[in-house]
C-alpha cells in the first residue's frame, strides 16, 4: 500500500513523521506522491491559524482521495478532540502512539473499524522513537525532549504535550551516532522546551558535550532555548565547544517587563539583557533570532514601543513575529484582548525591525570567509547554511551534503553568494 505524510507545525511534528515514514517504508508501505491508499496528517495547534490550516489541509486530503485510509495525529487533534471526532477520519489519535502508527494502521486494515485512542490528557513517560537517516533533510533533527511545565499564559502547548520528559541518554547517543554514520554532519536537537532536557543527572550541557566527541558530526544546532536555561554550565559549554552553532534561537516574546510579567514568562528584561551580553561576550559574532509575541491582552501603545525599543537594543538577527491568538483553556484567554487592527499595526512595525535586523547582520559577514554544508539545488545554484545560519548560494559543478569553505562575496535580499575555496571531505566513521 501507498501512503504520504504531510506535517504542519514544529521540528519535534517534522522529527515524528519521519520516524513514522521510517518505520512504515521497513515495513513494506510505499511512500508517494500522489493517489495515497493512506494519507497521515501530523496537525499544529499552536495558534488559530494553525488549527485552521491542519483542518484545511485534512478536508482537502479527504476530498482528493475519498478511498484513502485518513490517519490525523498530532497537536490540533489533541486539543479539539470532540471536533475531529465528529469528522470522517478513519484512525485519530493524538501525540502519544505515533511511535505504534504501523500496528495501528494494520489493525484497522485487518478490522475495517475507526479507530479513536488518545493518550491522558497529562502525558509523563517520552514515547521513544529513533529514527536512522532523514530522508528530505541534510541537516538531522533528534528529538530529546517532550512536554512543558512553563504554563505561559498564551500558550495550549502543555495541554497538548504533557509535562517535560527527556529521552534516555544512552538511546540520544546512540541515534546521533548513527545518524553521524549515515552522513548527517548537522543535527539539530529538538523538543518542545528542549533545554530541560535531563536524563539520569545528565542535562542538556552534558548531552552536548557527550556529541561533540562524534567524529562526522560537524555542527550541533539547538533548535531553541530558553534564556533562564543559559546557565553558566551552559555557557561555559558554549565556550569549549566548537561544534555548536554559532547560532541560537532564544525566544523573548515581549520585550516589555509588564507584558512579559501577564504572561508568566520567567525572566524580565534586565536579565534577558545580562545574559545575552554574556553570550556575546563568549561569541561577539553569533546570530541571535527569536521568537515575539504581539498585542498579547493588556499590551498598551508605550508597551509596544518599549518591545520595539528593547528588540534593536538586543540586535536580534532575525525576529520571527507572531499576532497574538486565543488559545481557549489558557489564562490569557480570559484578559481584555487587543482588536485585530492594532495587533497587525504592531505586527507590520516588528516585521519591519526584524528586516533591518536581518539584512544588517548579513551584510557584516560580505567579505568574510565561513564554511557552509550544502543542502539543496535552486535553479542554476545549490544553497547552503553557515554554522550562524546565513544562507549562501554557491553556482558551480558541486555536491550536495558537502562541507565547502566558502568567500562571502556579495548579498541579495535574505542571502549571500559565495565563492567555494576548497572542499572539507566527509570524515570515515
Same mark, same amino acid.
Given at each position: 500500500?501507498?501512503?504520504?505524510?504531510?506535517?504542519?507545525?514544529?521540528?519535534?511534528?517534522?522529527?515524528?513523521?519521519?520516524?513514522?515514514?521510517? +518505520?512504515?517504508?521497513?515495513?513494506?508501505?510505499?511512500?508517494?506522491?500522489?493517489?495515497?491508499?493512506?494519507?497521515?496528517?501530523?496537525? #499544529?495547534?499552536?495558534?488559530?491559524?494553525?488549527?485552521?490550516?491542519?483542518?484545511?489541509?485534512?478536508?482537502?486530503?479527504?476530498?482528493?482521495?475519498?478511498?484513502?485510509?485518513?490517519?490525523?495525529?498530532?497537536?490540533?487533534?489533541?486539543?479539539?478532540?470532540?471536533?475531529?471526532?465528529?469528522?470522517?477520519?478513519?484512525? /485519530?489519535?493524538?501525540?502519544?502512539?505515533?511511535?505504534? @502508527?504501523?500496528?495501528?494502521?494494520?489493525?484497522?486494515?485487518?478490522?475495517?473499524?475507526?479507530?479513536?485512542?488518545?493518550?491522558?490528557?497529562?502525558? *509523563?513517560?517520552?514515547?521513544?522513537?529513533?529514527?536512522?537517516?532523514?530522508?528530505?533533510?541534510?541537516?538531522?533533527?533528534?528529538? @530529546?525532549?517532550?512536554?512543558?511545565?512553563?504554563? #505561559?499564559?498564551?500558550?495550549?502547548?502543555?495541554?497538548?504535550?504533557?509535562?517535560?520528559?527527556?529521552?534516555?541518554?544512552?538511546?540520544?547517543?546512540?541515534?546521533?551516532?548513527?545518524?553521524?554514520?549515515?552522513?548527517?554532519?548537522? @543535527?539539530?536537537?529538538?523538543?518542545? +522546551?528542549?533545554?530541560?532536557?535531563?536524563?539520569?543527572?545528565?542535562?542538556?550541557?552534558?548531552?552536548?558535550?557527550?556529541?561533540?566527541?562524534?567524529?562526522?558530526?560537524?555542527?550541533?544546532?539547538?533548535?531553541?532555548?530558553?534564556?533562564?536555561?543559559? $546557565?553558566?554550565?551552559?555557557?561555559?559549554?558554549?565556550?569549549?565547544?566548537?561544534?555548536? #552553532?554559532? +547560532?541560537?534561537?532564544?525566544?523573548?516574546?515581549?520585550?516589555?517587563?509588564?507584558?512579559?510579567?501577564?504572561?508568566?514568562?520567567?525572566?524580565?528584561?534586565?536579565?534577558?539583557?545580562?545574559?545575552?551580553?554574556?553570550?556575546?561576550?563568549?561569541?561577539?559574532?553569533?546570530?541571535?533570532?527569536?521568537?515575539?509575541?504581539?498585542?498579547?491582552?493588556?499590551?498598551?501603545?508605550?508597551?509596544?514601543?518599549?518591545?520595539?525599543?528593547?528588540?534593536?537594543?538586543?540586535?536580534?538577527?532575525?525576529? +520571527?513575529?507572531?499576532?497574538?491568538?486565543?488559545?481557549?483553556?489558557?489564562?490569557?484567554?480570559?484578559?481584555?484582548?487587543?482588536?485585530?487592527? $492594532?495587533?497587525?499595526?504592531? $505586527? &507590520?512595525?516588528?516585521?519591519?525591525?526584524?528586516?533591518?535586523?536581518?539584512?544588517?547582520?548579513?551584510?557584516?559577514?560580505?567579505?568574510? *570567509?565561513?564554511?557552509?554544508?550544502?543542502?539543496?539545488?535552486?535553479?542554476?545554484?545549490?544553497?547552503?547554511?553557515?554554522?550562524?545560519?546565513?544562507?549562501?548560494?554557491?553556482?558551480?559543478?558541486?555536491?550536495?551534503?558537502?562541507?565547502?569553505?566558502?568567500? /562571502?562575496?556579495?548579498?541579495?535580499?535574505?542571502?549571500?553568494?559565495?565563492?567555494?575555496?576548497? #572542499?572539507?571531505? /566527509? &570524515?570515515?566513521?
Amino acid at each position: 500500500m501507498k501512503f504520504k505524510i504531510i506535517t504542519l507545525g514544529c521540528k519535534v511534528n517534522t522529527y515524528e513523521s519521519e520516524y513514522m515514514l521510517e +518505520h512504515l517504508i521497513s515495513s513494506g508501505y510505499i511512500l508517494c506522491d500522489d493517489n495515497p491508499d493512506i494519507a497521515i496528517v501530523n496537525t #499544529c495547534s499552536v495558534t488559530n491559524e494553525a488549527d485552521k490550516k491542519s483542518l484545511k489541509i485534512i478536508r482537502k486530503v479527504k476530498r482528493d482521495n475519498p478511498k484513502c485510509i485518513l490517519v490525523v495525529c498530532g497537536c490540533s487533534s489533541e486539543n479539539n478532540r470532540e471536533k475531529y471526532q465528529s469528522m470522517d477520519i478513519d484512525i /485519530l489519535i493524538g501525540n502519544k502512539n505515533k511511535s505504534e @502508527i504501523v500496528s495501528i494502521i494494520n489493525e484497522y486494515i485487518q478490522n475495517k473499524n475507526q479507530y479513536i485512542y488518545f493518550s491522558p490528557k497529562w502525558i *509523563t513517560e517520552f514515547e521513544d522513537m529513533q529514527v536512522a537517516k532523514f530522508t528530505t533533510h541534510t541537516r538531522a533533527f533528534m528529538k @530529546i525532549e517532550d512536554g512543558c511545565d512553563n504554563f #505561559c499564559s498564551y500558550c495550549i502547548i502543555p495541554f497538548t504535550r504533557g509535562s517535560v520528559r527527556s529521552k534516555d541518554f544512552n538511546k540520544a547517543i546512540k541515534e546521533a551516532k548513527i545518524l553521524a554514520k549515515n552522513q548527517h554532519q548537522e @543535527i539539530v536537537l529538538t523538543g518542545i +522546551h528542549t533545554g530541560a532536557y535531563n536524563s539520569n543527572g545528565h542535562d542538556l550541557s552534558d548531552l552536548i558535550k557527550e556529541l561533540a566527541k562524534i567524529n562526522g558530526l560537524e555542527r550541533i544546532r539547538i533548535s531553541s532555548i530558553e534564556i533562564t536555561e543559559l $546557565t553558566p554550565k551552559f555557557l561555559e559549554v558554549l565556550k569549549t565547544t566548537p561544534k555548536i #552553532c554559532n +547560532h541560537l534561537h532564544i525566544p523573548l516574546q515581549s520585550g516589555s517587563d509588564n507584558i512579559l510579567k501577564r504572561m508568566n514568562r520567567k525572566y524580565n528584561k534586565a536579565y534577558f539583557k545580562s545574559i545575552i551580553a554574556k553570550i556575546r561576550e563568549i561569541r561577539p559574532d553569533i546570530s541571535i533570532t527569536t521568537d515575539c509575541i504581539v498585542g498579547h491582552p493588556y499590551e498598551t501603545d508605550a508597551d509596544f514601543q518599549e518591545y520595539l525599543d528593547f528588540c534593536k537594543y538586543i540586535n536580534f538577527s532575525k525576529i +520571527h513575529v507572531f499576532p497574538y491568538s486565543v488559545r481557549k483553556g489558557t489564562a490569557s484567554s480570559l484578559m481584555p484582548q487587543v482588536d485585530f487592527n $492594532t495587533k497587525k499595526e504592531r $505586527t &507590520q512595525k516588528l516585521l519591519s525591525l526584524s528586516q533591518e535586523l536581518e539584512l544588517a547582520y548579513l551584510k557584516k559577514f560580505i567579505g568574510s *570567509t565561513l564554511e557552509i554544508i550544502t543542502e539543496e539545488y535552486y535553479n542554476d545554484y545549490i544553497i547552503g547554511h553557515t554554522s550562524n545560519y546565513l544562507k549562501v548560494l554557491i553556482k558551480g559543478d558541486y555536491k550536495l551534503n558537502q562541507i565547502y569553505l566558502c568567500k /562571502l562575496i556579495s548579498s541579495e535580499d535574505n542571502y549571500l553568494y559565495g565563492d567555494v575555496i576548497s #572542499c572539507k571531505a /566527509l &570524515q570515515n566513521i
